[in-house]
């Protein structure tokens, strides 16, 4: 057997990953792709918009597309056909402006390349990934996956004619520092740039109405963030580990943020929210471990649960006079706080919601507060003393349980409430309690 480069075996209908320029204009540079043999997990599968005819190209190109009337269709795939050129493929695609006297306007899973040929084997690396994706003038829609986990890609130039980025678009491109997104753009996808970790900045043009939840998921690189004005939601974990990100201030246009929405962003240091935003979802902020200030909008009234778990560094916490409930586990983990000023307006404070907050000394409890929930000051082992109103009246036993250094509790109501309130089951019988009736 002559030694050279190993082959494997690529069954007919194998699916395999390959790069794209798109371009009306000469190629500038492409290099080809990786064979990487796999099995399409059921997310990823393309499922056809109901109604829609999926047909192949007359034409001896090996198109696969949709039809979305008005003469306008959408590539979906790419199936080489039988005379195929393989040993001497220059590493390049073209998508045409049309196809079938047909206008390309948009793509979708066009990164997928399916072997029709009775070829059996094709070289290790005969693909290659490319380095540079042209979007011509005649694509409107960049669809679903059009070009995931490309791990060469360095440049993408998307044209003004563009008007949304579909979900996972750009998905798993490693080498992708910044991309120029277009002001014909109105929306971007869900997971849209997840997991391009060199992405540093993104400028989203004020035409943006809609960004998808996890659109910039894991883009450890981030760092500096232009948002569109038009844009009232960051939806679910659109800025969820992003690394580099060092200081948010929430823009006016902002209501909304959801879950986890800048979660594990390790190095954020400082949060300041806008007037406008009314809800902030559960673990928003959780695991910002360096996260030292935030400052609320006069419009929330709940810190929902886990916000601000595992912020090890968080130091001030400025909380609105509209706040109502502090829910579970809110601040768990936050072991640098010392102070917390809870407003009058404060009703609830939910279990866990300041456990292991190792360096809190004080804590003044709201008058219209009734109920302080399990664990809500456990394990807070720098915890001196506490003022509880006598609105509250019910502590669960494990409020203040291994808060070791208490000293004192000062209960505004009677020796007889406290009594009621199983007082004494609650405290270690080291620490005093003064009464102020």
């Known amino acids: ?113 399916r072997l029709m040929s009775d070829r059996d084997r094709v070289e290790d690396f005969f693909f290659r990934y490319l380095e540079r994706v042209i979007v011509p003038e005649s694509v409107t829609i960049i669809d679903r996956y059009a070009f995931a986990d490309l791990p060469l890609l360095e440049s993408v130039e998307i044209s003004d004619s563009v008007t949304e980025i579909g979900n996972y678009a750009f998905s798993g491109l490693p080498l992708l520092e910044t991309i120029e997104l277009p002001n014909s753009l109105t929306t971007i996808g869900e997971y849209a740039f997840r997991y391009s970790y060199a992405l540093s900045t993104i400028d989203i043009p004020d035409s943006v109405t809609s960004i998808g939840k996890g659109a910039f998921y894991g883009c450890f690189s981030l760092s500096d963030i232009s948002h569109s004005v038009n844009v009232s939601v960051i939806e679910d974990w659109t800025y969820s580990n992003c690394h580099s990100l060092i200081s948010i201030e929430i823009p006016s246009s902002i209501s909304e943020i959801g879950l986890y929405a800048f979660a594990n962003s390790a190095n954020l240091e400082n949060v300041k929210m806008a007037d406008s935003v009314s809800k902030i979802g559960r673990r ?21 649960d886990w916000m601000f778990a595992d912020c090890f560094a968080l130091e001030t916490v400025d909380l609105p006079d509209s706040l109502i409930e502090i829910g579970s586990s809110a601040f768990r983990k936050s072991h640098k706080l010392e102070y917390i000023d809870l407003p009058d307006s404060l009703e609830i404070i939910g279990d866990s919601a300041f456990a292991d907050c190792i360096s809190l000394k004080s804590v003044t409890i709201p008058e219209q507060v009734s109920k302080i929930g399990s664990s809500a000051f456990a394990r807070c082992t720098s915890l001196v003393s506490i003022d509880i109103p006598a609105s509250v009246v019910e502590i669960d036993t494990n409020a203040f349980r291994s808060s070791d250094k208490l000293e004192i509790v000062r209960f505004a109501g009677s020796e007889a409430e406290w009594l009621e309130l199983g007082g004494p089951n609650l405290l270690p019988a080291s620490v005093e309690v003064e009464f102020g009736s």
Do not use: H
């Open 284 to 304: 928003a902020f959780s695991g910002c471990s360096n996260l030292k200030s935030v400052s609320f909008s006069n419009s929330i009234q709940k810190i929902e």
């Open 1 to 113: 057997m002559s030694k050279g480069k190993r082959r494997r075996p690529v069954r007919r209908k194998n699916w395999l990953k390959i790069g794209i320029i798109l371009a009306a204009i000469p190629i500038l540079v492409a290099v080809g792709i990786v064979l990487k043999p796999f099995v399409i997990e059921p997310w990823l599968e393309k499922r056809a918009d109901p109604g829609i005819e999926n047909v192949s190209s007359e034409q001896p190109l090996g198109y696969v597309y949709d039809k979305l009337g008005n003469n306008n269709i959408m590539l979906t795939e790419y199936n080489p056909p039988d005379d195929f050129d393989y040993d001497n493929w220059d590493a390049s695609w073209t998508i045409p402006d049309t196809v079938d006297g047909y206008n390309v306007v948009a793509l979708r899973d066009i990164c997928r390349v």
